[in-house]
């Protein structure tokens, strides 16, 4: 089975600490998996990609295929990421995401 | 370019109405998805149109219905609406740009419609 689970609802910090917003996936073969993002009032837009192995706005995500995560981390959470958090895995056939239920995070000062 | 646009924005039913969610899209882009989004649900996939003339179902797609006669359309479609299709429904688009095929797994996605049903 293709699923994607995201086990906090709601992940609280202060800001300058660190965030991990944890996602964990089942499927069979290589996975491509992502992380998207919607900020307050705004579409919901890709954070990043495993395949990029880049980091956007300070974020980063490793692939672990022996934990089968995608965890998103960051060192130094800002007020500015304060948002809704959602990691998505690329289906089998390759033509639809299929996303977690999301964490919402909250940065505050 | 507008990128992505629905219509309406919100809209109010009563149970066993229909409607009719319009996803327009300028990007050229062969695929078109529609979601719901419900709190503690997440982001669940209804129906998506891999090109023009093409649908197929998502995890969700019990009382809905959809069209893709043009491409840059996709529409979704509510025959009798009940109030446990009260959600935010959100479009995307994926695809290369310049009219190529294919997919890039980078989805745009529109502003959302608030969908209630009394």
């Known amino acids: 089975a293709q699923r994607v689970t995201q086990p906090e609802k709601l992940l609280s910090v202060f800001k300058g600490a660190p965030v991990e917003l944890k996602c964990n996936y089942s499927y069979s073969g290589s996975p491509e998996l992502f992380w998207y993002v919607q900020y307050s009032r705004q579409r919901l837009q890709l954070l990043l990609r495993h395949i990029s192995r880049e980091s956007i706005k300070g974020f980063t995500a490793d692939l672990n295929k022996g934990e089968t995560s995608f965890h998103l981390k960051k060192p130094f959470a800002q007020e500015e990421d304060s948002a809704m958090y959602y990691c998505?895995?690329?289906?089998?056939?390759?033509?639809?995401?299929?996303f977690g239920k999301g964490t919402t995070l909250s940065v505050s000062s | 370019n507008a990128g992505v646009t629905q219509t309406p924005k919100f809209r109010v039913l009563k149970t066993g109405q229909s409607m009719t969610l319009l996803c327009a899209q300028d990007m050229n882009h062969e695929y078109m998805y529609w979601y719901r989004q419900d709190p503690g649900m997440g982001l669940r996939l209804i129906h998506y149109?891999?090109?023009?003339?093409?649908?197929a179902k998502g995890e969700v797609p019990d009382g809905y219905n959809v069209s893709r006669l043009k491409k840059q359309n996709f529409l979704l479609g509510l025959e009798s609406a009940a109030p446990s299709q009260t959600s935010v429904y959100f479009c995307?688009?994926?695809?290369?740009?310049?009219?190529?095929?294919?997919?890039?797994?980078?989805?745009?996605f529109g502003p959302g419609t608030r969908l209630t049903v009394l």
């Open positions: 995307a688009t994926d695809g290369l740009a310049g009219g190529q095929t294919g997919i890039i797994n980078e989805q745009f």
């Open positions: 998505a895995l690329l289906n089998q056939a390759g033509t639809a995401l299929i």
């Open positions: 149109s891999v090109g023009e003339g093409t649908t």
